[in-house]
């Protein structure tokens, strides 16, 4: 299950939980917390065992690290798209 998916699971549970919660348990910042849930940081082994462990092994290590890994992907593609355009803007610069 994925990490964003297990706390809107939790909310659903209980309306006074928050994501909050959960980076206080883990002894991380809620921004810290923010980045991993948008696939923007990878969480180290040991952070993703806690993670494991205070979700009772719904959230695994391994489905954080693919979350992070698609968000790689995502981010690489765009970033070689901007690239080629820039580079077929020059050309035309060039040939002009």
Do not use: C, W
Request: zero cysteines.
């Amino acid at each position: 299950m994925d990490l964003f998916d297990y706390l809107h699971e939790k909310r659903k549970e209980n309306r006074k939980f928050k994501p909050k919660n959960l980076s206080d348990a883990l002894g991380i910042s809620s921004t810290y917390l923010n980045l991993i849930l948008n696939g923007m940081r990878k969480p180290s082994i040991e952070l993703g065992i806690k993670i494991e462990e205070l979700t009772e092994g719904k959230v695994t290590y391994l489905d954080m690290t693919k979350h992070y890994l698609d968000n790689f992907k995502k981010e690489k593609k765009k970033i070689e798209l901007e690239k080629q355009i820039e580079e077929e803007k020059k050309k035309e610069q060039d040939s002009a």
